[in-house]
């Protein structure tokens, strides 16, 4: 049996009707490459056969009544792989529109908890011999980084399936649950006995963060902070429904960007968001005066716990310079605020010993979130942030899934306290494929702000090319499905 994190057990509790907690991937892979055919029956037995390689799978998680203290993991002893794995198809002609409302709906509803967290849907039907592999799994119990790395695990470096040389250990089917009574005794003694000294620690810590912090704030830069987004149309509390879309440009433009303009790849992907939100805004008449600020995850993960499950996230935020028109002036300006952002995160993160879900009951974290949603706080308080911008580092080779080749993988992130847009970046083969998540009963018409990608690249193209004085080169936008 294995306690949830402080972290962790705040994705679990802090789940409402309208906030679902999990996380998603849309693999779309290339059926017609596969050498002996693409068939739904192959795929299901290659993910039954490393059901052993990834422990998460098959965790269950046991509650703690009253919510007095974390919950924690067990083996789950009876699998059922059918319940997990499910197959759908879309109607013709099984284009992006087509996949986008098809993964829209599956993503609008929530996993069961009464068994492990997670689903794998295979999306037949697509256009040009094509089929997507929709991956559903509970934030507790991946973050991005780890995420990915899940997806890997499913994955072949070649057309002809592995064989997985990892068998179910024996201790699976000894487990046992604990009862109500026994985890409801071990919860409060442990809840009476470390929370007072998790208090007294997270006061100190908070106290010396404020003192390492000010330097940050006192410099020349600015600093990019919560709770100072302007509210646009994003900043609305979803509902259950949510709508997926999807984009793709070249790694390669973009690092072309990059160099000219002596940044970081993250900086021209969020140029990218930038220009596509300012697009769009703009469009509705209602870009604000103030830029708005992007909620950029960030991954506390060194070395030592790349490998290690559950969460490992931090938060920074940065300017999307929404306000400036000029595309090249307005990447330089998300170039200074990331590097204040990352100055801040460093200075934080000298005094972290732990976060404020370590200190709090999941039970009053449960209460806090359905207050919040209940009297409608999203609209009443200033927005965290206007948006969450992810970019999550891929495979750069090519892979192969039940013998289809791999042509692109797209992220999708939850919906959460007032922000109902979340655009997660995955860098995979020499792409950059940008995954879109969004309520459309709060954010209409998602897919304008997809398509409006390529033309933010575009954009910072032509100012790169007037920076250099060389002319603008083509470039490719590779097709998502047909």
Not at 409 to 432: E, F, H, K, R
Request: charged share 25%.
């Amino acid at each position: 049996m294995r306690k949830l994190s402080g972290q962790d057990a705040a994705f679990l509790y802090g789940e409402t009707h309208n906030w679902h907690f999990h996380v998603s991937g849309l693999m779309i892979v290339d059926a017609a490459s596969a050498p002996d055919g693409w068939t739904f029956e192959k795929f299901r037995e290659i993910l039954i056969s490393r059901l052993p390689e990834v422990p998460q799978l098959r965790w269950r998680y046991v509650d703690v009544p009253f919510g007095i203290d974390r919950p924690s993991w067990i083996e789950d002893r009876d699998i059922d792989p059918d319940f997990h794995i499910r197959r759908v198809a879309v109607p013709s002609p099984g284009g992006t529109r087509e996949l986008g409302e098809a993964v829209g709906r599956i993503v609008s509803y929530k996993l069961d908890r009464s068994r492990p967290l997670w689903e794998a849907w295979c999306i037949e039907g697509l256009e040009g011999g094509r089929v997507a592999i929709l991956q559903k799994m509970h934030h507790a119990i991946i973050d991005g980084v780890s995420g990915a790395g899940l997806a890997e695990v499913l994955l072949d470096l070649e057309p002809t399936p592995r064989v997985s040389s990892v068998e179910m250990r024996e201790e699976i089917l000894t487990d046992r649950t604990p009862s109500e009574m026994e985890m409801f005794l071990r919860g409060a003694l442990h809840s009476t006995v470390r929370t007072p000294f998790r208090v007294m620690r997270f006061a100190r810590q908070s106290v010396r963060q404020a003192i390492s912090a000010a330097p940050v704030l006192r410099g020349e830069r600015p600093v990019s902070l919560p709770l100072t987004a302007p509210r646009t149309v994003f900043n609305s509390d979803p509902t259950a429904r949510r709508e997926f879309a999807m984009s793709c440009v070249e790694f390669e433009r973009i690092r072309t960007v990059k160099d000219v303009f002596g940044v970081k790849v993250n900086d021209v992907v969020l140029a990218l968001v930038a220009g596509a939100l300012r697009s769009y805004l703009l469009d509705r008449d209602e870009l604000p005066d103030a830029t708005l600020i992007a909620s950029c995850p960030v991954s506390l993960r060194g070395e030592s716990d790349h490998a290690e499950v559950g969460n490992h996230v931090g938060n920074m935020f940065a300017s999307l310079a929404t306000d400036i028109e000029d595309p090249g002036e307005r990447l330089m300006t998300i170039h200074e605020s990331t590097k204040s952002a990352k100055e801040m995160h460093r200075a934080l993160a000298a005094h972290q010993i732990m976060g404020l879900t370590e200190t709090t009951p999941p039970g009053l974290i449960a209460l806090a979130a359905r207050m919040y949603t209940s009297v409608g706080l999203a609209t009443r308080t200033p927005p965290a942030a206007s948006v969450v911008v992810s970019n999550v580092p891929g495979p750069p080779i090519p892979l192969y899934l039940a013998g289809g080749r791999l042509d692109a993988l797209y992220p999708m992130g939850p919906l959460l306290m007032g922000m109902s847009l979340n655009i997660t970046a995955l860098s995979i083969m020499g792409d950059v494929n940008f995954g879109f998540m969004s309520c459309p009963d709060v954010v209409p018409n998602l897919q304008s702000i997809a398509d409006a990608v390529p033309m933010a690249l575009a954009d910072l193209e032509a100012a790169a090319a007037r920076k250099t004085g060389a002319a603008k080169a083509p470039g490719r936008n590779r097709p998502t499905v047909d």
